[in-house]
C-alpha cells in the first residue's frame, strides 16, 4: 500500500522552544494532509487539514499561530510547533489523501514530542 | 462526534476468531463503512471497508448486516500481533471530509 513517512519519530525539546515535523507521501501525490494529536489512552483528534498551496484549515479549539502548516508541495506538509510547553507532549499523527487512484488516506508512524 | 459505537474493550484467545461488533445505526446510503487499527506507538493502519457486500481480504473479513446498521470485522485467526486498538468509521468513499475516530475497541489477544 501507500506510504506515509513522518520525521522525526521521536524528539525532546526544551519549552519555548520550537519543534518541526515532516510528514511525506513517498509513493503518491497528496493535495490535502491531516494533522492529528493523540495524548495517553486517548482517541486520535483532528487538528487540521493541510491543503497544497493554500491555508490550513483548523479544527475548533486549535491554536493556528502556535501550530503552524505549512503544505508546500503535493508529497510533504509540515507542523511546526511554536513554543512549545510541556502540555503540548503528545504523539502527532500525519495522513495523507491519495490524489490519484484510490484517493483514500493513509497514515504516518507518528512523532513522540515531549516538551521539558 | 464519531458516528459509530464500539464496546470499549474485548480479549481473545491466540489462534481464535475475533469477532469486533460496531454499531452505525444513522449510517447513509453512499457512507461505507471503513476499519482501521492503531497498535501502541503507531499511526492507524487500514484493514477494509465495505458497503453493503461482505467484504474480505488477507487481514480480515467484514460482515455488513442487511439493514447496514451493524457490521462485525473478523480477524479469523487471532495471533498476538493484533492486539490494537480497532476503529470503525462510517465515511463515504474517497471523500474529502476528515475521518472522525471514536474511542475504538481494545483487542486484547492473549496467549
Known amino acids: 500500500g501507500a506510504v506515509v513517512s513522518q520525521h522525526p519519530s521521536r524528539v525532546i525539546c526544551k519549552s519555548g522552544t520550537s519543534v518541526k515535523i515532516e510528514c511525506r507521501s513517498l509513493?503518491?501525490?497528496?493535495?490535502?494532509m491531516f494533522w492529528y494529536r493523540q495524548f495517553p489512552k486517548k482517541s486520535l483528534m483532528l487538528m487540521a487539514t493541510?491543503?497544497?498551496?493554500?491555508?490550513?484549515?483548523?479544527e475548533q479549539g486549535v491554536e493556528k499561530d502556535k501550530f503552524l502548516i505549512n503544505h508546500a508541495s503535493l508529497t510533504l506538509s509540515t507542523l511546526t510547533v511554536t513554543s512549545a510547553h510541556p502540555e503540548d507532549s503528545s504523539f502527532y499523527i500525519c495522513?495523507?489523501?491519495?490524489?490519484?487512484?484510490?484517493?483514500?488516506?493513509?497514515f504516518g508512524p507518528g512523532t513522540r514530542l515531549t516538551v521539558t | 462526534d464519531a458516528k459509530t459505537t464500539q464496546p470499549t474493550s474485548m480479549d481473545c484467545a491466540e489462534g481464535r476468531a475475533a469477532n469486533l461488533p460496531c454499531n452505525h445505526s444513522?449510517?447513509?446510503?453512499?457512507?461505507?463503512v471503513y476499519w482501521y487499527r492503531q497498535i501502541h506507538s503507531q499511526g492507524p493502519q487500514y484493514i477494509i471497508h465495505?458497503?453493503?457486500n461482505n467484504e474480505t481480504n488477507e487481514m480480515a473479513s467484514l460482515i455488513i448486516t442487511e439493514d447496514r446498521k451493524s457490521s462485525t470485522l473478523i480477524l479469523p485467526h487471532a495471533t498476538l500481533r493484533d492486539t490494537a486498538v480497532y476503529y470503525c468509521?462510517?465515511?463515504?468513499?474517497?471523500?474529502?471530509?476528515?475521518?472522525?475516530f471514536g474511542k475504538g475497541t481494545k483487542l486484547t489477544v492473549n496467549p
Open positions: 495522513s495523507a489523501r491519495d490524489l490519484g487512484g484510490s484517493r483514500e488516506q493513509y
Open positions: 509513493d503518491f501525490q497528496a493535495t490535502t
Open positions: 493541510s491543503n497544497e498551496g493554500s491555508k490550513a484549515t483548523y
Open positions: 444513522t449510517i447513509s446510503g453512499n457512507e461505507y
Open positions: 465495505g458497503l453493503k
Open positions: 468509521i462510517v465515511r463515504v468513499q474517497g471523500g474529502s471530509e476528515k475521518l472522525v
